[in-house]
């Protein structure tokens, strides 16, 4: 799938294109832009699905 979700915001983004991408848990999270980068972790279990 080409198109995924920033758990921060929920913006649709291409994976390709994310600003970040973090491993938590076993499962990628990507990111549109540094700031949800950053929030996510500095709690990514308030994020992770």
Do not use: N, T
């Not at 758990?7 to 991408?21: H, M, N, T």
């Not at 076993?26 to 500095?42: G, I, V």
């Amino acid at each position: 799938m080409d198109i995924v979700r920033d758990p921060v915001c929920g913006e649709l983004i291409q994976w390709r294109k994310a600003a970040g991408v973090i491993s938590f848990r076993e499962r990628l999270y990507y990111f549109c832009c540094r700031h949800c980068l950053e929030k996510f972790q500095r709690s990514p279990q308030r994020f992770a699905e």
